[in-house]
């Protein structure tokens, strides 16, 4: 298995480069920030790239970049990080697996190879808050599209929407969720497509004139 490995920490990258090669796992290139890791993996098509989530540039967004560059090609993240915001955004993103660095060394390179048996790699602990928040979203909130075709908003869209509504801005509602602008706008770009309407201020209206219930904003 050929590996593109992306950490701007070199003692992290050496722990893993030796974990991966006792296992007969081939680095073939290895970056320090957002922009090299695509450059790298562009240039070598490895079969797995392994990013680290919180590199310069952000490897959740040079995840965004590869899924749509080498579609085919798995992508799991590296991190110190357990938040959901982190798993979650790397899963949209497109990742198919998601590590923490405390992990066994030994245990990463099995992780690794069973990437190609069809497994999506994540600690047990991630795997339940992973199962909870789609039994979360699953519940979601009903509302009706701009031709009146019923959607789903999840819960966190729903709460989106509901603070955008009472007039607070990206980075209010950001701070009342605990959860980054980007990420408010992540969703708000969801609820626009959802709802079929040009642009934010477009599902803003449709949900003042919505019969259904938006729910109440809850802090996580």
Excluded: N
Aim: proline letters at 6%; hydrophobic letters at 45%.
């Amino acid at each position: 298995m050929r590996i593109v490995l992306a950490d701007d920490h070199p003692t992290a990258r050496l722990g893993v480069r030796l974990a991966l090669e006792e296992s007969e796992l081939r680095i073939v290139a290895e970056a320090v920030d957002a922009p090299g890791a695509i450059d790298a993996a562009l240039e070598h098509r490895p079969d797995l790239c392994l990013l680290d989530v919180h590199m310069p540039g952000g490897g959740i967004a040079a995840t965004s970049e590869l899924s749509r560059a080498l579609p085919e090609m798995p992508i799991v993240m590296l991190s110190v990080s357990d938040s959901d915001e982190d798993l979650f955004g790397a899963l949209r993103a497109g990742a198919c697996g998601y590590l923490l660095k405390d992990a066994d060394p030994t245990w990463l390179a099995a992780a690794l190879r069973g990437v190609f048996a069809g497994e999506a790699p994540l600690p047990r602990a991630l795997t339940t808050r992973l199962v909870r928040e789609l039994q979360r979203r699953d519940a979601g909130h009903a509302m009706h599209d701009v031709v009146g075709r019923p959607v789903m908003l999840s819960t966190r869209e729903a709460e989106v929407l509901s603070l955008l509504s009472a007039h607070l801005e990206t980075a209010q509602v950001a701070h009342r969720l605990g959860i980054s602008p980007a990420t408010v706008r992540r969703h708000v770009s969801e609820i626009v497509r959802k709802l079929r309407v040009p642009d934010r201020e477009a599902a803003l209206r449709l949900a003042a004139r919505s019969q259904a219930p938006l729910g109440t904003a809850v802090v996580t």
